[in-house]
């Protein structure tokens, strides 16, 4: 299984980017999903997640600008991040897991990353 992210890049303050992530492999759809971030200095943290059945879980810091979905037609999810802020600063990952969890523990494919710089 390969994950490839791409999306990121450097805006400005109140910009808008959307993050997709591409699957190989089959059963795309059978996995929950999920986007974690990692800032210089800090540990990775889930940024949001979504389950095989669409239920989904964000972190409370990106409630209400990012939003996160999946094609499971294409084997590709999607973060659409609105509103960006400086704190959104990150490397951002996407994972596979076979749970359902705010845990990067719980994920075991990961993509290798991409980044996002938000200038204000």
């Known amino acids: 299984v390969q994950l490839q992210a791409s999306g990121g890049g450097l805006v400005q303050a109140g910009a808008s980017l959307r993050l997709s992530c591409a699957a190989s492999?089959?059963?795309?759809?059978?996995?929950?999903m999920a986007w974690f971030r990692q800032a210089p200095g800090k540990q990775r943290e889930l940024v949001a997640a979504i389950s095989s059945g669409g239920r989904t879980n964000y972190a409370d810091s990106v409630k209400g600008r990012f939003t996160i979905s999946r094609d499971n037609a294409k084997n590709t999810m999607y973060l659409q991040m609105n509103n960006l802020k400086r704190e959104d600063t990150a490397v951002y990952y996407c994972?596979?897991?076979?749970?359902?969890?705010?845990?990067?523990?719980?994920?075991?494919?990961w993509g290798q990353g991409t980044e996002v710089t938000v200038s204000s």
């Open positions: 492999g089959r059963l795309f759809s059978f996995y929950d």
């Open positions: 994972a596979r897991g076979p749970r359902f969890s705010s845990s990067v523990e719980d994920y075991n494919y």
